[in-house]
Every structure is written in structure tokens, then in C-alpha cells.
Antibody, heavy 121, light 107 residues
Framework: QVQLVESGGGVVQPGRSLRLSCAAS????????MYWVRQAPGKGLQWVAV????????FYTDSVKGRFTISRDNSKNTLYLQMNSLRAEDTAVYYC???????????????WGQGTLVTVS | EIVMTQSPATLSVSPGERATLSCRASQSVTSYLAWYQQKPGQAPRLLIYGASTRATGVPARFSGSGSGTEFTLTISSLQSEDFALYYC?????????FGGGTKVEIK
């Protein structure tokens, strides 16, 4: 079955960096566009970044542009989020999520990981 | 950015009753709308995409309707496991945006 397992969260000081990973299994990772979505404590969901299945496209929400970088290693079935210049407002649970269909960018999410908490303080 | 507004913020419903949740977009998203359910401490679960298509494994008591700027998620007869938070999400334009959520609680 499809599994997405995030790791790399923790407590980090403002201005520092952190890299999140999302290990995928149970499907052909290289065929799916992948996303990062975050949820601040007690708040709603916010889409953060997307990388297409073939790495040809990346998009970011405005608040993280220039600070965060999404990437993937299809040989390792792993998605990454490099987060630099972290701010208190980046504190959230970060989820990786999979696109619904293969081989395209469809922008809704059928499988989610359990999330990893990033605390910037 | 397209702002998604959900109402009400909290909906109190008795088990077995119908629940109707609303989602409004600040501009047309045609039918590019999804609904998710989230329970405490869990990741969201996809319920509906394309405004009205149930995702795999979603019970038939969940239905979605609407297009343009007005959307509705209806749960026809609430079961105990349906008490949760519900979010709508538009995917018509970047950035992808979510509504603030509706909490369905036991009356």
C-alpha cells in the first residue's frame, strides 16, 4: 500500500536551516507529482511547494519563495524540503502528499504522510 | 490568490442527521475543488475531487456539489466516525488554497 513517511523535523532557532525528507513506498514514485503542505498548531492547511513527477516544474507559496527548495531523488523514492532562513511563522506540521493521478500535475492529494513537526524558536 | 471561505466554522449535528457544509471561493474555480476530512492527530483524508467525485473508498453518504464559486459537502446521515474537521481546497489557480475548515461536532 502507499506509504509516505516524513522525517527531519525538530526545534530550530530563527534564521537556521532544516531539511525534511519524505520516504515513499508502495507506488511508482517517479510517476507522481509530490507536494508539501503545512499546518500551524491549531490552524488550517497551507500548501507550501510542489515538484512535478519529472522535476520539470516547481512552485512555491509566496511566503517561502527564495527560502525553501523542494527536490526529489527518484532513485531513492524520496522527496525533500530544504528550509533556510527559518522564521517563527514557519512553525507547523509539514506533510508530504501525493498527486491523485500519475504523470501530470493535478493538484489535489490522495495520500498524505503522518507529518513532521517543525518548531522555530 | 483565491480565498476560500467555509461556513459555518462549527456545525453541531446529532448522529443520523444530515450535515451541510459550505465553501465559497473569491473567484470562480470552475469544478476544481476538493474536500478533505481531518481527525485530531491525523493527516487529512481526501473525500471529494472535481467538486462532486468521491475518492476511492469514501462512503456514499458523502456527496459534493457546486461549481464556480459556491460548493457544498453533504453528509447524508452522520456516523460517529464523521465527527471531524472538513476542509475545501481549490486547485484552479496557483497558489493552491484551502478554506479555514468546518468542525462537525456532536450535538
Amino acid at each position: 500500500q502507499v506509504q509516505l513517511v516524513e522525517s527531519g523535523g525538530g526545534v530550530v532557532q530563527p534564521g537556521r536551516s532544516l531539511r525534511l525528507s519524505c520516504a515513499a513506498s508502495g507506488f511508482t514514485f517517479s510517476s507522481y507529482t509530490m507536494y508539501w503542505v503545512r499546518q500551524a498548531p491549531g490552524k488550517g492547511l497551507q500548501w507550501v511547494a510542489v515538484i512535478s513527477y519529472d522535476e520539470s516544474n516547481e512552485f512555491y507559496t509566496d511566503s517561502v519563495k527564495g527560502r525553501f527548495t523542494i527536490s526529489r531523488d527518484n532513485s531513492k523514492n524520496t522527496l525533500y524540503l530544504q528550509m533556510n532562513s527559518l522564521r517563527a511563522e514557519d512553525t507547523a506540521v509539514y506533510y508530504c502528499a501525493r498527486d491523485y493521478y500519475a504523470l501530470g500535475v493535478h493538484n489535489w492529494f490522495d495520500h498524505w504522510g503522518q507529518g513532521t513537526l517543525v518548531t522555530v524558536s | 490568490e483565491i480565498v476560500m471561505t467555509q461556513s459555518p466554522a462549527t456545525l453541531s449535528v446529532s448522529p443520523g442527521e444530515r450535515a451541510t457544509l459550505s465553501c465559497r471561493a473569491s473567484q470562480s474555480v470552475t469544478s476544481y475543488l476538493a474536500w478533505y476530512q481531518q481527525k485530531p492527530g491525523q493527516a487529512p483524508r481526501l473525500l471529494i475531487y472535481g467538486a462532486s467525485t468521491r475518492a476511492t473508498g469514501v462512503p456514499a453518504r458523502f456527496s459534493g456539489s457546486g461549481s464556480g464559486t459556491e460548493f457544498t459537502l453533504t453528509i447524508s446521515s452522520l456516523q460517529s466516525e464523521d465527527f471531524a474537521l472538513y476542509y475545501c481546497q481549490q486547485y484552479n489557480k496557483w497558489p493552491l488554497t484551502f478554506g479555514g475548515g468546518t468542525k462537525v461536532e456532536i450535538k
